[in-house]
């Protein structure tokens, strides 16, 4: 087990490592500089190159920018917000993508999973169709329209949420941005838990339990429900860092302080320490994710394990 | 499976009480305080190194310089007291306030502007600015600072006593008044600099104020932010409102949507929303300052070198339609290469009275264009052409490119104009490497005189994309920057005027319109003071009701 824990960290470590060197990369084939104001003199701009070490070589850049990985240290922002520690503004930020993101999975999974136990449970009737249709609907409309249906209908009209993000009113101004963003993951529970439940209200342990004496809630919840769970937890996984890194365009809708609009005006003025140390964070807890749902499946599952030591 | 069941429930709860604890919003409109949008975050609030509009007016919303500029866009006395020139035009002596104090209680001193100037034009600094003192400005030995050939300490500026401060320029400048409301030229109080560090500016705490109001919550990148009226300010009686709330909002629609629903007291709009509310009396369309206009690459495409093809090119553009139909924001149809209302002269006369000034050589006019296209066709021996035209990738260029395409090819038979859409720097950067055959670009003024404008078409400048040669031209904009006309203001201007018709006459650019940038107020709130140059909106003489 630990052989098999220490490979996974391993490879992680290495996949996280060459992610960095494809983005600075790429960045570099990106058009233009942080710094092509036309205003700008050659000069003037050969200065900024040095300041910030853009004028040596990509390599002995990212070796440097890895360096100072190590030490939290992630480099400045370029013209975002000019000369603040990346490292800063993450710390700014990040918490605010992962509170509204954990939010809507909360609310998603809660609300995917119960659509789905009634679909599943009352299979072929009225409420199994409805649920359907939520999530597809759920699935094919994206967030934002959703955000901007909510806004106009719960912030304009009725008034009852603020139509933007507030720091003063956190809780409160974050409910409509985590319901426009639960959508999908609310659909894609929901839709998994019904093939999953079905399949396990089919099996032959349910009869088994059923013959038992076992019924009603207690046969759900006890027998059906806790073999469901395991499999949701591989779709539930890549969900939650989808969300808690912030949906972009819902950010932009509300006006949300977060990670996920910070990336998006970082591409588009090639401020490239906020890219590279952003892509870095989502990626880590990406990776992170995974490799505690492989340790985990290696732990519930031993022939996951094994199958891999005999392929060795 | 029960743990992660229970420690997800626990979280959602801790979330839940500590919200729920919180009292519902308040309408965030109440008081006297302004609600302004903002479209994007402050890049910076150190005056030194911020390079963008929205900074600037928000370091302007609490810092003074020695100037400020009145609600017509002309200048007027902010910290200074009372200035002399010498008679060579060369050294000017500032008096400051003797009331001017930072919002530490420390009075504001001429060592203040020494610092600030001092780290503008440090190399280590990296100012993107520092042009001002130099290019611009002409403070003695800028340039040689900026190149890291002089020190700081021999930069022309010094303090003569603690509220005297002395500049030196290389030459005469006219309009050396009217940049020293520009924030790169604000002081900065040494002390309290050095006190913050690497952290200046970039919260209320690393702030100093010595403005109308003081930043109370602020911190870098952040989405909204606040400043109060600063009581110990000098002019503190001509301040009305209790303060400013800033809020960044990128989507235009939810701007709307925000103002309407009484979030915000002004706000921006795009260009696309103008028709929604051109008959809102709240709707204002206010200058931007900027000139949209088509360069052609005269040196490196020989057909485009031909002035008669240039000019049947420049007849042939219906910029009437462009501004009522494509743009609809209240932009104007431009027949000069300076745009109008930013820059006068001492008689307070607008450089371009009105556009119309050079009409007789490039505005639309079916005849004189085929007249101009028959002459190139017969010159280039060839009778049709096909050149690529560069734009930039938003919805409005776009749509402007398409009404230029349409409009060259259905009077110029035999002409097609290929548009290849970019994002902005990488048309930009094309722009500036030459690689392109015409391009569709735009250019704000950094100060308010001509020659933020006419000084792009000198030969070898590098924002002279079309690399235009013309000795003349290069001769009588010399004499007006460091030669003979440079302190005789009249002839200035004049040479200036006859400099502008060479350029025009020989279509170095095809000026297309003045862009105008569509708002909501308030009716309530009165006094908002636009400008094209330097501070986008000033609020110190803003009345909320």
Redesign the interface.
Known sequence: MKKYILKRILISLFTLLAITLVLFILLQLMPGSPFNDEKLSADQRAALYTKYGLDKPVFVQFFKYVGNMFHGDFGVSYNISKNTPISQLIAQRLPVSIKVGFQSVFIGALIGLLLGIIAAVWHNTIWDTLSTIISVLGVSIPSYVFALALSYQFGFKLKWFPMLYSTSHEFYSSVLPSISLCMFTLASIARFTRTEMLESLSSEYMELAESKGVYGFRLIWRHALRNTLIPIITVLAPLIVDLMTGSLVVEKIFSIPGVGSLLVTAITSNDYNVVISLSFIYSAMYIGIMLVVDILYGIIDPRIRLSEAVNE | ?KKIAVI?LA??FA??I???G????ES?AGGKALNVMIE?????L?PQ???DGTSFEVIADFTDGLKQMKADGSVTDALCAGETVSADGLTYTFKIRSDANWSNGEPVTADDFVFGWQRAAD??T?S?Y??MLS?IGQVKNAAAV??GKMSVDQLGVKAIDAKTLEVQLEVPVSYFDQILYFPTFYPVNKAFFEKCG?SYA?SAETTLSNGAFVLTEY??????FKLVKNEKYYDASRVKLTGLNY?????S??AL??Y??G?FDTILLAGDQVDQVKDDPEFKSVGAGYLWYIVPMMQKVPELANLNLRMAMTYALDRETIVKNVLKDGSIASFASVPNEFAYNAKGEDFTPNQTEFSDVCAFDKAKALDYYNKAKTELKKNSFTFEMIVDDTTIQQNVAAVIKEELESTLPGLTLNLRV??K??R??D??DGTFQIGL?RWGP?YADPMTYLGMWVTDN??NYGLWSNKEYDALLEKCTTGEFSQKLDERWSAMKQAQRIMMEDAVIFPLYQQANATLIKSNVTGIEFHPVALNRVFKDTIKQ
């Open positions: 499976m997800a979280s959602a979330f839940g500590t919200g729920c919180k009292k519902a919003a965030a994007v975050e402050v890049e910076s150190d190194i911020a390079t190399p280590k990296a993107e520092a042009y290019d900026e190149a690497d970039t911190q870098p990148a952040a989405v909204s809020q960044v909002i990128k989507d629609q939810q949507l925000s309407k629903n979030d970019e994002p720097k990488q930009v950067q722009m500036q670009t950094d590098a924002n």
